[in-house]
């Protein structure tokens, strides 16, 4: 079954490059995300001068976390080997999650393939991306697009190709910045994206609350992707907008919290509420005597509860009407003491 076909909220720890190009360090986190009660753990394939060109430039966020010369130097220093790759997906198997991975070059898809992952994850800058969204399509895998700066018409244009490929996919609902301020997280663009596609819509969240998760969900998502570190305030360009452990597992219990609340369906009376229904609606109820034949006025009724007799909500119908037999004041109305 896709991954984007289950009922509950699916929840990513992303490791991205918080395993600071440790495999030691990012078993540890795979280990972290299953004891918060993560679902999937994801990677990034990339190999850093291959996606890199010579003229590439930091991001303002990340001069003030890194300190290498440039960004190829930088990513070189996260890249995770085949093997070790091969090595994190098997532990984050074993804990019982779903491993997944945002490929970045044409060359990087191969290997989701060959490991078998259950879904890939496009990253924001490639929400735009051509040939790499159609190779990953091509794997007849579900696809997880970020949509973090992005505009409308080119949401539209990528969900066109999607279409064509035949891919199945999600829209993520993303801000690329990172972290997100409070105010700029825009959640309710969930139900936009929710709207005008008519995809499963995620968040992949890069602020700091504790809450935008749980508020994500209660807006619409399906999915919801947060950065997993070991130390918000380590060295590199993604600690800041990841929540440590401690932070992670209340998090993931703010989701399913809300997960709960969010319910399903369409307005209904629920079983629960019958009881207070009952006892708390009220009932047309005689204000004073009224003999054969009357012509009942507003002056002649009351409404009490409980909700037993004639609803509250006859009074315009019931006003009018002529008594068929003596009704003493006090009586609840009832259809057959009412001519038709």
């Known amino acids: 079954m896709s991954i984007l076909a289950s009922a509950s909220t699916l929840v990513i720890a992303e490791l991205g490059v918080n395993h600071d190009g440790s495999v030691t360090r990012a078993l540890e986190l795979v280990e972290h995300a299953a004891k918060a009660g993560a679902d999937a753990v994801k990677l990034q394939i990339f190999h850093a001068r291959r996606l890199m060109h010579s003229t590439a430039?930091?991001?303002?966020?990340?001069?003030?976390?890194?300190?290498?010369?440039?960004?190829a130097d930088m990513l070189e220093k996260y890249e995770l080997r085949e093997g070790e790759i091969e090595k994190i997906v098997a532990a984050i198997r074993r804990a019982g999650l779903l491993p997944l991975a945002t490929p970045f070059s044409l060359d990087d898809v191969g290997l989701i393939g060959e490991l078998g992952m259950p879904a890939i994850k496009i990253a924001s800058p490639d929400v735009v991306n051509y040939p790499l969204l159609k190779k990953c399509s091509e794997l007849g895998r579900p696809l997880l697009v970020s949509t973090g700066a992005a505009t409308m018409a080119e949401l539209a244009e990528t969900t066109l190709w999607l279409r064509e490929w035949g891919a199945e996919f999600a829209l993520l609902h993303c801000v690329s910045s990172y972290p997100t301020p409070a105010e700029e997280a825009h959640l309710v663009w969930i139900r936009q994206l929710i709207q005008r596609f008519e995809v499963p819509v995620g968040y992949s969240d890069?602020?700091?609350?504790?809450?935008?998760?749980?508020?994500?969900?209660?807006?619409?998502?399906?999915?919801?992707?947060?950065?997993?570190?070991?130390?918000?305030?380590?060295?590199?360009?993604?600690?800041?907008a990841s929540a440590n452990p401690s932070q992670f597992t209340k998090y993931v219990a703010t989701i399913r919290l809300a997960e709960k609340m969010r319910g399903s369906g369409a307005k209904r009376v629920l079983d629960i509420e019958e009881d207070v229904r009952g006892v708390s609606r009220q009932s047309l109820v005689a204000a004073r005597d009224l003999h054969t034949g009357?012509?009942?006025?507003?002056?002649?009724?009351?409404?009490?509860?409980?909700?037993?007799?004639?609803?509250?909500?006859?009074?315009?119908?019931?006003?009018?009407?002529?008594?068929?037999?003596?009704?003493?004041?006090?009586?609840?109305?009832?259809?057959?003491m009412l001519a038709a």
């Open 57 to 71: 430039a930091f991001a303002h966020y990340q001069t003030e976390r890194c300190d290498d010369r440039n960004p």
């Open 206 to 240: 890069h602020t700091t609350e504790p809450i935008a998760g749980a508020l994500a969900v209660a807006a619409g998502a399906r999915i919801i992707e947060k950065h997993l570190t070991y130390d918000c305030d380590a060295r590199g360009p993604d600690h800041g």
């Open 294 to 336: 009357h012509e009942v006025s507003e002056a002649d009724l009351i409404t009490q509860r409980p909700g037993r007799g004639i609803s509250a909500s006859q009074w315009p119908q019931i006003v009018g009407r002529k008594i068929t037999r003596p009704v003493a004041a006090g009586t609840m109305l009832e259809p057959g």
